[in-house]
């Protein structure tokens, strides 16, 4: 046997020889390439120890020591080969390689300290051989599951070659650490073993050149890994058992096996029988150890395509068809929350909700005001006790086909609810389901708010321009019957006044243009707009002041136009008047009101002085352009010089004020002129 099992250790040796000498004519200079190497290099340096260990008579510690290295190197490959590591720096890095050197150090310096020190526990060495064995093979399993067709051709005969190699040593470890001692038939077929194993991966090596593969692990591959190192773990504490069972021996040892058991059958059929710890288990490992059932780039950019197509009058269709597909939905329905106990359905889908199925929703409203949870009623009906103290009508909802009831959240309060009918085939919701439903949900909330928004602010708008032109017009029908006024007022002291007559039927003239115009504004339900013509400007501030100085102080001129200009005569005009009635108005009867109008290079420069009461500096800053904003109380709408600015600023002109209280005010005027 003895002779057999040297020449099995001697035929690996020359096998993984030849394999180092092709591994450096090919140059692999990869870090793949360099961890073959080293472990090839360490396959042959344990198959010549364990040779050359029966004629020499060291000790087998030195074989198993370089077994220990052995394996954390084949681990370290198939690890960079699932991760896509590819070079040292990412060797160093990469969180897996960490936990895993993490463990391996720790664990060999545990064993082969107590080994060496304590030479009675050199039987410790067995189980850490049985660990990292069983280790190995659940990073083989997931690297095969999880591989493409094209990398599985690849892999699969290294794969085969450690899986043979990692499985054999697990048994002689497995059986070594039960009796406290190796069987060598065991130990001396290992180099044939390993001798065979050469081929198939030197066969990987030549079939992946830069040992780069895509690797996704799947939530199945690693529940069932899982569950393969839960069954590795049982074993080890098979083994631990079988150690305690040895020494304490007599009636405690058979005590001890049959606690053994009970206690391991018992955890094993908790495993595999009890459908909710099997669930949570796969939770936990799902969740928190590798990729998720969606890929939420994608999801987000599917949503942002359906809402760059949907109609921007209708967000509520919008927003149901998109959480719609997110699970391949054909039924659903968008419902508001009105107030507590009263709902609103603003969209649905192949539903035909009344008002009464509605009220279904009163008490899951209470429930997700205090939970958050999304409720899916088949879990509700199947599962005892899945909504602590929620009370609804579930056969009611699934009369109505309402499978899944998702609440919408805005400002920490219930919004409303999606109602969604789940297809027959479809399970109920696992938590990714949920998680996917509940972040486009929280994204759909803020665009139906955003919308909601819009369209308040919309109509807001409108009013505002409603209000805005009432505000114009009633300022222009104020002017009109401020013309009529006077000339109620002055028709006793010059109605026999031949002048007084023809002022006053070009007054009524005047006046029934502006009428008109205001009657045409309302009809069209805006501003008209103002039309441009060819305007004799002094003629046009003449008759202003003409009509302004029916009242006192009289208005003075100083004019020097020569040339017609074009322009808004009728807004010039009613935007002259209004600043002279202004000074008239802050000036006292026996004070006075100047304008002064001349073109200088190209512009017209109108300027309106008066000797009256005067502005403050903060006044001019903060009020005096504020639209609405008079201190004639009822009697102004307060736009008259906000107008007066902006027909001035349309234009490209500038107005200046300067005033001090107590003093007089100067409003100059700069336009620039356009001639015919």
């Keep these: 046997m003895e002779t057999i099992g040297t020449s099995g250790y001697f035929l690996a040796a020359c096998a993984y020889a030849v394999f180092i000498l092709l591994l450096l004519a090919a140059r692999n200079k990869t870090l793949a390439g360099s961890l073959v190497l080293l472990a090839s290099l360490l396959v042959f340096s344990s198959s010549l120890s364990a040779a050359l260990q029966p004629k020499q008579g060291f000790s087998l510690l030195i074989v198993m020591a370089i077994e220990t290295f052995k394996i ?29 050197l993490q463990v391996w150090g720790g664990l060999s310096a545990l064993c082969w300290g107590a080994a060496l020190f304590m030479p009675d526990n050199v039987k410790l060495l067995f189980s850490l051989f049985l660990l990292l064995n069983l280790w190995l093979l659940v990073l083989l399993e997931q690297l095969y599951r999880n591989a493409d067709v094209k990398v599985k051709w690849a892999i699969w005969t290294l794969i085969i070659a450690l899986g043979m190699i990692s499985v054999f040593d697990f048994v002689l470890f497995a059986q070594a650490a039960m009796v406290n001692q190796l069987d060598f038939s065991y130990w001396y077929a290992r180099g044939f073993i390993a001798a065979i194993g050469m081929p198939l991966i030197l066969v990987s090596t030549r079939r992946i050149k830069d040992w780069s593969v895509d690797v996704f692990v799947s939530r199945e591959v690693v529940f069932y890994s899982s569950m393969l190192l839960i069954s590795g773990l049982y074993l080890l504490l098979l083994a631990i058992a079988g150690y305690v069972i040895n020494y304490f021996g007599g009636a405690w040892g058979d005590i001890i096996s049959i606690a053994f058991i009970i206690l391991g059958g018992s955890v094993l059929a908790a495993l595999l029988i009890t459908e909710r710890l099997r669930r949570e288990v796969k939770v ?27 109609e921007s009058n209708d967000y509520y269709h919008t927003a149901t068809r998109i959480i719609c597909s997110s699970l391949d939905i054909k039924q659903g329905a968008l419902v508001k929350k009105i107030v507590t106990g009263k709902y609103q359905c603003l969209y649905q889908d192949n539903y035909d909700l009344t008002e009464s199925d509605l009220g279904l929703l009163v008490p899951i409203d209470r429930f997700c005001q205090k939970h958050g949870w999304i409720i899916d009623v088949r879990e509700f009906v199947y599962v005892e006790d899945s909504y602590p103290d929620l009370l609804f009508d579930a056969d009611a909802c699934r009369q109505k086909h309402i499978d899944i009831i998702i609440p919408i959240f805005m400002n920490k309060s219930v919004y409303g ?111 008209a707009e103002s039309s441009k013509t060819n305007t004799d400007v002094q003629a046009l501030i003449m008759g202003v002041v003409k009509q302004r100085n029916v009242q006192l102080p009289h208005v003075s001129t100083e004019l020097s136009l020569e040339r017609n200009i074009v322009i808004d005569e009728e807004t010039l005009s009613s935007v002259l008047n209004h600043l002279l009635q202004n000074a008239q108005e802050a000036t006292s009867d026996n004070g006075w009101v100047k304008i002064i109008a001349k073109m200088i290079t190209g512009s017209l420069h109108v300027k309106i002085s008066d000797s009256g009461c005067g502005m403050s500096a903060e006044f001019i800053a903060n009020r005096l352009f504020k639209p609405f904003d008079t201190t004639k109380g009822n009697a102004g709408m307060g736009i008259g010089v906000y107008e007066a600015k902006q027909f001035i600023e349309g234009l490209d002109g500038t107005m200046k004020v300067t005033s001090r209280e107590n003093e007089g005010s100067h409003f100059e005027i700069t336009l620039p002129c356009k001639y015919s």
């Excluded at 190197?73 to 060797?91: D, E, H, R, Y």
């Excluded at 017009?473 to 028709?491: G, R, T």
């Design 284 to 310: 936990f490992i799902t969740k928190h150890f590798f990729a998720n059932k969606y890929d939420y780039r994608i999801e987000w950019l599917k949503s942002i395509e359906q809402l760059e197509i949907g």
């Design 72 to 100: 954390a190197v084949w681990s370290l490959l198939i690890i960079c080969t699932q991760a896509n590591i590819t070079s040292v720096k990412g060797l160093i890095t990469h969180p897996k390689v960490k936990q895993y």
């Design 417 to 527: 609810f999606f109602l969604l009918a789940m297809p027959k085939e479809q399970e109920v919701l696992n938590w990714e389901d949920r998680d996917l439903l509940f972040s486009i949900s929280k994204q759909l909330s803020n665009y139906l708010s955003l919308n909601e928004a819009n369209e308040s602010l919309a109509e807001s708008k409108q009013f505002d321009a409603f209000n805005r032109m009432s505000a114009f017009l009633v300022h222009d029908l104020k002017n009109v019957q401020a013309q009529l006024a006077l000339i109620n007022s002055n028709a006793k002291r010059h109605r026999d006044n031949p002048e007084f007559i023809d002022d006053v039927f070009e007054t009524i003239e005047s006046a029934t243009g502006r009428l008109d115009k205001v009657l045409t504004q309302l009809r069209n339900k805006q501003v």
